[in-house]
T-cell receptor, first 109, second 115 residues
Framework: GQSLEQPSEVTAVEGAIVQMNCTYQTSGFYGLSWYQQHDGGAPTFLSY????GLEETGRFSSFLSRSDSYGYLLLQELQMKDSASYFCALTGGGNKLTFGTGTQLKVEL | EAGVTQFPSHSVIEKGQTVTLRCDPI?????LYWYRRVMGKEIKFLLHFVKESKQDESGMPNNRFLAERTGGTYSTLKVQPAELEDSGVYFC?????????????FGSGTRLTVV
């Protein structure tokens, strides 16, 4: 089977940079995705890494290392609205997702 | 374009009753997925439709759960009879392609409470 581990909670200051890690165990996958979810809302797609390396989209960057079974999401210039839960997910056949337990990000003034 | 719509947003039912959840995907999205998050646990896959066909239903917990997708448009997920452990948030998502490049569009979910 597949499993993904994420720290349960991260706290950072507005304007800072925060990195949220994701380690996984799997026998095979197509890519690693990241989703953001505000309380009571829909998970929103942020990024997808099919290959090793860094993908950048505005203030968000995502990294994947298949050899280390590890990825991370980097948020720069943190804003209060970034307070949310962040989930990494492995993409398998049929675009089926296996999610991690999520990291609750709290942004403070 | 309209997003993925789920109805109802909340449902509270008694153990043994039946509940039907509905999902309207983004128009033109052939792929429709159901996921569930039980309290404190990760979001887990239930099943995947391609148009009206079930592509993968490996995540369905048991035969009390029945999903349909009429004419390849909206989908329903029926739980009959509901048990306490069925409580959780049920998410529907749709995508145009079957790769992860552009991700899914999720609905806001149906919060089901079985008492």
């Amino acid at each position: 089977g597949q499993s993904l581990e994420q720290p349960s909670e991260v706290t950072a200051v507005e304007g800072a940079i925060v990195q949220m890690n994701c380690t996984y165990q799997t026998s095979g996958f197509y890519g690693l995705s990241w989703y953001q979810q505000h309380d009571g809302g829909a998970p929103t797609f942020l990024s997808y890494n099919a290959l090793d390396g860094l993908e950048e989209t505005g203030r968000f960057s995502s990294f994947l290392s298949r050899s280390d079974s590890y990825g991370y999401l980097l948020l720069q210039e943190l804003q209060m609205k970034d307070s949310a839960s962040y989930f990494c997910a492995l993409t398998g056949g049929g675009n089926k997702l296996t999610f991690g337990t999520g990291t609750q990000l709290k942004v403070e003034l | 374009e309209a997003g993925v719509t789920q109805f109802p947003s909340h449902s509270v039912i008694e153990k043994g009753q039946t509940v039907t959840l509905r999902c309207d995907p983004i128009s033109g999205h052939d792929n429709l997925y159901w996921y569930r998050r039980v309290m404190g646990k990760e979001i887990k896959f239930l099943l995947h439709f391609v148009k009206e066909s079930k592509q993968d239903e490996s995540g369905m917990p048991n035969n009390r759960f029945l999903a349909e997708r009429t004419g390849g448009t909206y989908s329903t997920l029926k739980v009959q009879p509901a048990e306490l452990e069925d409580s959780g948030v049920y998410f529907c998502a749709s995508s145009q392609e079957r790769t992860g490049v552009n991700g899914y569009t999720f609905g806001s979910g149906t919060r089901l409470t079985v008492v």
